[in-house]
């Protein structure tokens, strides 16, 4: 199994520019979640998703948008990028009660 | 809305010295989990506490779950170079395990060869 897997690794974006980062897991889990990281902080959940079709929002869902039309997938769009949303940002998955991270995007938005 | 504190925010410990973070949170919680994430790298579970009290064992790390479910604690013992990372606790709101986790900001620990 791959595991968690995220696409871009690194990415610079000019202010009003837009993204998606992609998010896949090949463990056939339900949940899934998308966390952002500021520098010497703890992660902060912006989206999750209890299964294909479903999702809500966390504590930070203001810029960015998902979606969840299968099970292995979970994107995170960015519309209008600022520099506030400069940041790591981290895909997990669920299995019971364990989450299973993935190497996250390093996002610089200038 | 639910916060989760650590202290402390950085540690420097020589290698050999023991170590402890502690995690409070602001309403009671129905598990609480640890993970470690190595500097440049990702988070990646340790352990889940569920009950009232409980303590945990991982070869040099303990685990405890306060008594009021609003507090845990992880202590390393005879730290190696290895141990060095940020440790983040993460927990639950409430009485039931629900979707989402609240996660503290982290203890940094660093050792001293």
């Known amino acids: 199994n791959a595991g968690v897997t995220q696409t871009p690794k690194f990415r610079i974006l000019k202010i009003g520019q837009s993204m998606t980062l992609q998010c896949a897991q090949d463990m056939n889990h339900n949940y899934m979640y998308w966390y952002r990281q500021d520098p010497g902080m703890g992660l902060k959940l912006i989206y999750y998703?209890?299964?294909?079709?479903?999702?809500d929002k966390g504590e930070v869902p203001n810029g960015y948008n998902v979606s969840r039309s299968t099970t292995e997938d979970f994107p995170l769009r960015l519309e209008l990028a600022a520099p506030s949303q400069t940041s790591v940002y981290f895909c997990a998955s669920r299995r019971e009660y364990e989450q299973f991270f993935g190497p996250g995007t390093r996002l610089t938005v200038l | 809305g639910q916060q989760v504190m650590q202290i402390p925010q950085y540690q420097h410990v020589q290698e050999g010295e023991d170590f402890t973070t502690y995690c409070n949170s602001s309403t009671t919680l129905s598990n609480i989990q640890w993970y470690k994430q190595r500097p440049g790298g990702h988070p990646v579970f340790l352990i889940q506490?569920?009950?009232?009290?409980e303590v945990k064992k991982q070869k040099r790390l303990t685990f405890q779950f306060g008594e009021a479910k609003k507090n845990s604690s992880l202590h390393i013992t005879a730290t190696q170079t290895t141990d060095v990372g940020t440790y983040f606790c993460a927990g639950h709101r409430g009485e039931t395990s629900g979707s989402r986790l609240t996660f503290g900001e982290g203890t940094q620990l660093t050792v001293n060869p």
């Open positions: 506490l569920v009950k009232s009290g």
């Open positions: 998703s209890v299964g294909a079709g479903i999702t």
